[in-house]
């Protein structure tokens, strides 16, 4: 049985006709740059995020690249994030001028460590005053411990800007008040940053991303910006670019919009099924397969509503000999993918950039550990046993 590490087709078949028919009509429209569509899409994800603003860009990594230029960032900024996560976080950073002021990750979550991150903030008081903006990745679909990471900034007096591009949708447990109020991923600090790469939980049939906000200046100068800097009537008060979410793209993600929760719920259904399964053959007591936690799962359960305390954009265990395991499956028709197996302060391009020192251990393990399995919520049990099944023949 061959299972692969995700299928779109099988998201798609329900769908095709709706697609198409609302496709159609875009085409039909001639309003082929921004128009209704967008506008639709973003007032449903402000809607969906809980937050008053979303603003449609041209893809995940432009919307970072939005947000950073409306904060502000250029050279000889530094922006607090972590090396553990895909490149564009980065790319954005050193696209303006500015330096990444990397920090390690939780063991856990694979989240940037709030630990680590006060350690940083108060190393060095005119490093710290270089920093312009604290940049968490919520990875793998579970949000970093923003309780923690919103205090400190607010200590420093610096803005969060949230990548959550693999994370719509997943929820916070944030104590106000003495309450526990759930905040959806991207809403909480001073702007989120989504993708809708084809193979996010909520995927296009291309680019695309969003970028939402709480705050009214801010979303009003990264339309600016989405538009070259035009202020309108050819009135460039700043330099932007081209970085307008296509309308195809917006009718797309709103037909998938209110298939979300289902889907959500489809991935942690499975992953419930990965935990007995992995249980009973043998390999959690062994240790050979450590599974994800997800940490905000009690809290959850003591809260009504369900909230999506793991959207499992990716299910990434670790093993020992991983890259024995890759290779294996992949003889044996399982799909399986490596994410980050080089951190970013490691990247060839970074050489020269003053991170040949960069002491980030639990980055590197979990770069040299880890590995994704298929997750997808329309996998049979049947598929997932052969994913359990083909890691214990391995290990024998």
């Not at 502000?72 to 553990?84: A, I, M, N, Q």
């Not at 309780?147 to 420093?156: D, F, T």
């Not at 800097?229 to 037909?255: C, K, M, S, W």
């Not at 599974?291 to 299910?315: C, D, K, M, W």
Request: with cysteine; hydrophobic share 45%.
């Amino acid at each position: 049985m061959q299972v692969p590490l995700l299928d779109l087709k099988a998201q798609l078949a329900p769908l095709r006709e709706e697609i198409l028919r609302e496709v159609t009509e875009v085409i039909d429209s001639t309003t082929y740059i921004m128009g209704p569509k967008v506008a639709e899409l973003e007032q449903n994800i402000a809607t969906y995020c809980r937050v008053p603003y979303a603003l449609g860009v041209s893809s995940g990594t432009d919307a970072l690249l939005v947000a950073l230029m409306a904060m502000g960032v250029g050279p000889g900024d530094l922006v607090l994030t972590t090396s553990y996560t895909f490149f564009a976080t980065v790319g954005s950073i050193l696209r303006l001028g500015a330096r990444p002021l990397f920090v390690d990750i939780d063991p856990v979550t694979y989240n940037i460590d709030p630990d680590k991150m006060a350690a940083a903030l108060a190393e060095d008081p005119a490093r710290t005053a270089r920093i312009k903006v604290i940049l968490p990745v919520h990875l793998y679909g579970q949000c970093a411990d923003m309780g923690r990471i919103l205090p400190l900034a607010e200590r420093y007096g610096i803005p969060v800007l949230e990548d959550a591009a693999q994370a719509i949708g997943a929820d916070y447990p944030m104590v106000e008040n003495g309450k526990t109020v759930w905040r959806k991923a991207g809403a909480m600090g001073a702007a989120g940053c989504f993708s809708f790469f084809p193979s996010k939980n909520l995927g296009g049939i291309g680019d695309g991303g969003m970028i939402v906000s709480r705050e009214e200046a801010l979303c009003e100068k990264m339309r600016i910006i989405r538009v070259h800097g035009d202020a309108g009537r050819y009135e460039h008060h700043v330099i932007g670019g081209n970085f307008r979410l296509d309308p195809l793209q917006a009718t797309v993600l709103n037909v998938k919009l209110p298939h979300l929760p289902a889907w959500h719920q489809g991935r942690r259904a499975n992953a419930a099924v990965y935990q007995r399964l992995f249980g009973e053959a043998g390999l959690l007591a062994s240790g050979k397969v450590r599974l994800p936690e997800a940490v905000y799962r009690e809290a959850a359960a003591e809260t009504s509503g369900n909230p999506e305390y793991h959207i499992y954009n990716q299910f990434v265990i670790r093993v020992d000999d991983r890259d024995g395991v890759i290779r294996f499956l992949q003889q044996e028709g399982v799909g399986a993918a490596i994410y980050y197996p080089v951190p970013l302060h490691r990247q060839q391009c970074m050489a020269g950039l003053g991170y040949e020192d960069v002491c980030l251990p639990e980055t590197e393990k979990a770069a040299a550990e880890t590995l994704a399995l298929p997750i997808y919520p329309e996998l049979t049990e049947e598929m997932l046993a052969r994913v359990v099944d083909r890691i214990a023949a391995y290990f024998g």
